[in-house]
């Protein structure tokens, strides 16, 4: 059930992504995509790497992606982290790549003791949301050979580090893992991104 | 019109800055992942050499030029054309797995471009193929100047390659020159795919003078 703010995201990411000034050919991004994983796999001969250098790839490139998103979009901080899966499904991954997630907000967990944080906390460590990809532009013509899949590779883990270093930027410290793909011969392609810890605002050094 | 809209859907899109990000983290990604092959390689010939399977690898060559301070612990046969180009080991492994990508993208774009269509015969028609439509699917124009010796050399000059017009380098423009060859070794690669997956064998070497210009030496074999 679409609730007004949910409706309100779908329709900035519409608007972001048709502004985009400069769009390319996602097939070129698919198939040059595919072509690093099979060049990876030859190089490290070990799937846990490779999903960790993948993850690695999208981390430093999240990190820059954010800054051009907060450009872009205008959005403020997010008052609590279902807030946050809402605009990384619907304006985030809409204005770069013209999907749109489903997202599924996992339940809080119980308060914990009360917090020593000196600023408040909009959700408990632990909260939690799933991304739900009815189509990845990464996975189109790919088919992974039986021993990746015993291997244990996670196809697109690029995803998952995208997710990591764009939301380590504005301060909140996340893990974000696949639960299945679609690709693995799973029903669906999903991401949990779960809350670590809120960051700190680092305070410039000189400062006192 | 529908059915032809089903058959050869328009291809999707993505935002260009992301495709930027991704292209400069591919390039960081495989320096380090050529590095790791490099070395498991040379960790393997040792322990032949100790093993006493092989001869021992030989001592640097002092003659090799190399344009960067780096050394290379060994100079192994295979990489042997890299050190006359000026290039070390590291980084001419990178040059090769970025246009072994390169080769793959331009092979499965040709064959899409050209599904409907039956095969060049002429040389000169696939040229003018890749400096058209597989120029504009990959980087939103045409070839500004194609030039050829009509013997089977082909020049193809572009006055703001697309994926060189963003690249700027605080450290300066021979910094921004030397990060410019490395992407374009993918689109090298990207062009030589192409031909090889429309039947042609193509040698294709990237050359950048001064950005955002690059031109493409194509070379076929002798009689096209």
């Given at each position: 059930?679409?609730?007004?703010?949910?409706?309100?995201?779908?329709?900035?990411?519409?608007?972001?992504?048709?502004?985009r000034a400069e769009k390319t050919n996602a097939e070129?991004?698919?198939?040059?995509?595919?072509?690093?994983?099979?060049?990876?796999?030859?190089?490290?001969?070990?799937?846990?790497?490779?999903?960790?250098?993948?993850?690695?790839?999208?981390?430093?490139?999240?990190?820059?992606?954010?800054?051009?998103?907060?450009?872009?979009?205008?959005?403020?901080?997010?008052?609590?982290?279902?807030?946050?899966?809402?605009?990384?499904?619907?304006?985030?991954?809409?204005?770069?790549?013209?999907?749109?997630?489903?997202?599924?907000?996992?339940?809080?967990?119980?308060?914990?003791?009360?917090?020593?944080?000196?600023?408040?906390?909009?959700?408990?460590?632990?909260?939690?949301?799933?991304?739900?990809?009815?189509?990845?532009?990464?996975?189109?013509?790919?088919?992974?050979?039986?021993?990746?899949?015993?291997?244990?590779?996670?196809?697109?883990?690029?995803?998952?580090?995208?997710?990591?270093?764009?939301?380590?930027?504005?301060?909140?410290?996340?893990?974000?893992?696949?639960?299945?793909?679609?690709?693995?011969?799973?029903?669906?392609?999903?991401?949990?991104?779960?809350?670590?810890?809120?960051?700190?605002?680092?305070?410039?050094?000189?400062?006192? | 019109?529908?059915?032809?809209?089903?058959?050869?859907?328009?291809?999707?899109?993505?935002?260009?800055?992301?495709?930027?990000?991704?292209?400069?983290?591919?390039?960081?990604?495989?320096?380090?992942?050529?590095?790791?092959?490099?070395?498991?390689?040379?960790?393997?010939?040792?322990?032949?050499?100790?093993?006493?399977?092989?001869?021992?690898?030989?001592?640097?060559?002092?003659?090799?030029?190399?344009?960067?301070?780096?050394?290379?612990?060994?100079?192994?046969?295979?990489?042997?054309?890299?050190?006359?180009?000026?290039?070390?080991?590291?980084?001419?492994?990178?040059?090769?797995?970025?246009?072994?990508?390169?080769?793959?993208?331009?092979?499965?774009?040709?064959?899409?471009?050209?599904?409907?269509?039956?095969?060049?015969?002429?040389?000169?028609?696939?040229?003018?193929?890749?400096?058209?439509?597989?120029?504009?699917?990959?980087?939103?124009?045409?070839?500004?100047?194609?030039?050829?010796?009509?013997?089977?050399?082909?020049?193809?000059?572009?006055?703001?390659?697309?994926?060189?017009?963003?690249?700027?380098?605080w450290e300066g423009r021979q910094d921004a020159l030397?990060?410019?060859?490395?992407?374009?070794?993918?689109?090298?690669?990207?062009?030589?795919?192409?031909?090889?997956?429309?039947?042609?064998?193509?040698?294709?070497?990237?050359?950048?003078?001064?950005?955002?210009?690059?031109?493409?030496?194509?070379?076929?074999?002798?009689?096209?």
């Amino acid at each position: 059930m679409a609730t007004p703010a949910a409706k309100q995201y779908k329709t900035l990411g519409e608007e972001i992504w048709k502004g985009r000034a400069e769009k390319t050919n996602a097939e070129l991004f698919a198939l040059t995509y595919g072509a690093l994983v099979v060049q990876l796999i030859q190089d490290y001969e070990d799937y846990e790497e490779v999903n960790k250098q993948l993850e690695k790839m999208g981390y430093n490139i999240g990190t820059r992606l954010i800054e051009d998103f907060l450009a872009r979009s205008n959005l403020g901080r997010c008052a609590d982290f279902r807030e946050v899966g809402e605009v990384v499904a619907k304006v985030g991954f809409k204005s770069f790549l013209n999907i749109s997630p489903t997202v599924t907000h996992g339940g809080q967990p119980p308060a914990a003791s009360p917090t020593r944080a000196s600023t408040p906390q909009p959700a408990a460590p632990g909260s939690s949301f799933t991304l739900t990809f009815d189509e990845n532009p990464l996975a189109e013509f790919v088919e992974l050979p039986e021993e990746a899949l015993e291997g244990g590779l996670w196809f697109s883990n690029i995803y998952c580090g995208v997710i990591r270093g764009a939301l380590e930027m504005v301060q909140m410290q996340v893990q974000a893992t696949f639960i299945s793909d679609v690709l693995r011969g799973d029903e669906s392609t999903e991401i949990r991104v779960t809350l670590s810890k809120y960051l700190e605002e680092e305070v410039p050094v000189g400062d006192d | 019109m529908s059915l032809n809209a089903l058959a050869d859907p328009p291809p999707a899109l993505m935002d260009a800055a992301a495709m930027d990000y991704f292209t400069i983290e591919l390039v960081n990604t495989l320096r380090e992942s050529s590095a790791v092959a490099i070395a498991r390689t040379k960790k393997i010939e040792q322990e032949m050499a100790d093993a006493g399977l092989l001869p021992p690898p030989a001592p640097p060559s002092t003659a090799a030029k190399r344009d960067s301070a780096r050394d290379s612990m060994t100079s192994t046969p295979k990489l042997e054309s890299s050190s006359k180009q000026g290039l070390s080991d590291e980084e001419e492994a990178l040059r090769q797995r970025l246009e072994a990508i390169g080769m793959h993208v331009g092979a499965n774009t040709a064959e899409r471009l050209c599904h409907d269509r039956a095969l060049f015969t002429d040389t000169l028609d696939a040229i003018k193929f890749i400096c058209k439509e597989l120029w504009v699917a990959c980087w939103d124009k045409q070839v500004d100047n194609l030039r050829t010796n009509h013997r089977g050399v082909y020049v193809l000059q572009d006055n703001t390659f697309k994926p060189v017009t963003r690249i700027s380098s605080w450290e300066g423009r021979q910094d921004a020159l030397r990060r410019a060859r490395i992407y374009v070794a993918m689109s090298g690669g990207i062009i030589r795919g192409a031909l090889a997956r429309l039947g042609f064998q193509a040698a294709v070497v990237p050359e950048i003078s001064s950005l955002p210009q690059c031109t493409f030496q194509v070379k076929l074999p002798k009689g096209s």
